[in-house]
């Protein structure tokens, strides 16, 4: 199992050149060493990454072209059986390739040290060697070095962002989040902080819609009435009309449904979202609100508990490579507010603030905002691209939509 699922990670150009000094064909038995074969060769010969449906063609037509019918039906047989392999997560592929690393470093062991024990002169240099060797492979595969490249860097700059804001003046302003990035939304009550994510996430152009998948966890209001908002904020139909026009809304918001999931998590532990996350490995998750899940231990103080939150979910963001938005509560510093910045964030001094790659405050003046649709996006922190500013935009609250 392992052997093959090494050889569905190396199909991608980029792990293939990662790991290919790190381990030698000879560690894979019989038809699995042929067609790791086919991928070194496919890789030397062509740049991009191979697909699995390529990879019989590849090696019973244009690198083996004399296989029997009988070999060529066991390669695809051995190829189906890859295609059904889950592809695993970062630190599980990691662990694969340093599996097969170990092992195949104890086989050429066994093979010089039975050398040895045949009569062979004994130079345990090369042994030292073949560990040293090891060694090194496995500490450069644990601390990669960054790219030096200028395209290659900017390349990964723009995956970072992979996910574009379609609210206007955020795309135009910060351009967008990826994996490994933790936003937190804050605003006061009845502001607008739900609709804010679920516009982001939903609305034309949004996360969804450009094809991320979507994993919210909801421990704030029943998860069912987040749900019809995102219906409403993708259809443009309000609650009213979605009721009167069921089919419609139904056709409409079929779109995208199977990239959008909710679930309501009033119990849930912030060690649940991460083993959730482990299992679906979500392109973005939503917690609204972070403040309010739970986190396993005991601790004295409310600042130890949300610390240990945040810290949490940013280690998630990482380690899933998913982008994580946060919705979390403002002080009453920021009542009537339209400027307010990411120390008024309720309990702002427990280090949230710290942990976030963008802070974006929702700030709102009742005494101006009559009509109560103007919003201001106060992006306080900002390590994606450094934008710090206050740009305006309107909210459509019967559909949950941000907009210009």
Request: proline share 2%; hydrophobic share 40%.
């Amino acid at each position: 199992m392992i052997e093959k699922q090494a050889i569905k990670l190396m199909l991608s150009k980029k792990f293939y050149t990662q790991y290919k000094g790190v381990i030698s064909p000879t560690i894979f038995s019989g038809d699995i060493n042929s067609l790791f074969i086919t991928i070194q060769k496919a890789h030397e010969k062509y740049e991009d990454d191979i697909k699995v449906d390529e990879l019989y063609a590849l090696h019973t037509a244009i690198f083996n072209p004399a296989l029997t019918r009988a070999a060529k039906e066991k390669f695809s047989e051995l190829v189906e059986d890859i295609k059904e392999i889950q592809e695993p997560g970062k630190e599980i592929a990691r662990d694969i390739m340093r599996t097969l690393s170990d092992r195949d470093l104890a086989q050429r062991i066994a093979v010089e040290a039975t050398e040895i024990f045949n009569g062979k002169e004994a130079n345990f240099a090369d042994i030292t060697g073949m560990i040293d060797k090891h060694k090194k492979n496995v500490d450069e595969d644990k601390v990669p070095a960054v790219t030096n490249d200028v395209g290659e860097v900017l390349d990964l700059l723009d995956v970072t962002t992979k996910w574009k804001f379609n609210i206007p003046v955020l795309k135009e302003n910060v351009g967008g989040i990826g994996g490994g990035n933790l936003m937190i939304a804050f605003a006061r009550p009845e502001t607008g902080k739900t609709a804010f994510w679920v516009s982001l996430c939903t609305a034309p152009n949004g996360f969804a819609e450009q094809g991320a998948k979507i994993h919210a966890f909801i421990n704030e209001e029943p998860a069912i009435r987040t749900q019809i908002r995102a219906i409403s904020a993708y259809t443009g139909m309000t609650r009213q009309e979605i009721m009167f026009e069921k089919n419609v809304a139904q056709n409409v918001w079929g779109e995208i449904k199977d990239n959008l999931f909710m679930f309501d998590t009033v119990d849930w532990s912030i060690e649940d979202v991460d083993a959730h996350c482990e299992k679906n490995n979500p392109d973005i998750i939503v917690i609204d609100q972070l403040d309010k899940i739970n986190v396993t231990g005991t601790y004295a103080r409310t600042d130890e508990k949300l610390r240990k939150i945040y810290t949490s979910v940013r280690e998630i963001a990482k380690r899933r490579n998913c982008a994580v938005i946060a919705i979390s509560q403002a002080s009453a510093d920021a009542h009537n507010r339209n400027s307010i910045s990411f120390d008024m964030m309720e309990n702002s001094k427990t280090g949230k603030a710290a942990e976030a790659d963008l802070i974006i405050g929702i700030g709102r003046n009742a005494n101006t905002d009559f009509e109560n649709k103007i919003r201001t996006l106060c992006v306080s922190k900002n390590k994606i691209n450094g934008y710090h500013g206050e740009p305006v935009c309107t909210i459509r609250r019967s559909i949950s939509r941000y907009e210009v």
